[in-house]
């Protein structure tokens, strides 16, 4: 914990060697083993660094999942560009104009 929090602030500064909040007797290692932090700590470690190599694989593969919507969403936007040029042309070669309904939806697509 922080010098400036507020355990510190109202107990003083800590104690090397004791653990704050169970009484006068017990020492670090008299509740958690005698290096059971470094032994510990390795096993966590490895434990974590496998851990963040799953996600970050995970993550590639989202990325990669992403990019194909991307790209197959960008490409039926530009077929779908296309199919309303078509049908713009289609009824301006007939000389008439797209009926209103069907209009408002193309302008809904861009």
Do not use: C, W
């Amino acid at each position: 914990m922080s010098q400036n929090d507020f355990i510190a602030r109202i107990f003083g500064k800590e104690k090397p060697g004791r653990v704050r909040g169970v009484g006068f007797g017990p020492t670090p290692s008299q509740l958690f083993g005698p290096n059971s932090h470094a032994l510990g700590n390795g096993v966590q470690l490895e434990e974590t660094q496998r851990k963040l190599l799953e996600l970050q694989e995970e993550l590639e593969g989202e990325k990669l999942k992403r990019k194909a919507m991307e790209d197959d969403a960008a490409a039926n936007k530009k077929k779908m560009k296309a199919m309303e040029s078509a049908l713009i042309y289609l009824f301006q070669r007939q000389g008439e104009e797209l009926p209103l309904d069907i209009a408002a939806g193309m302008s809904f697509v861009e």
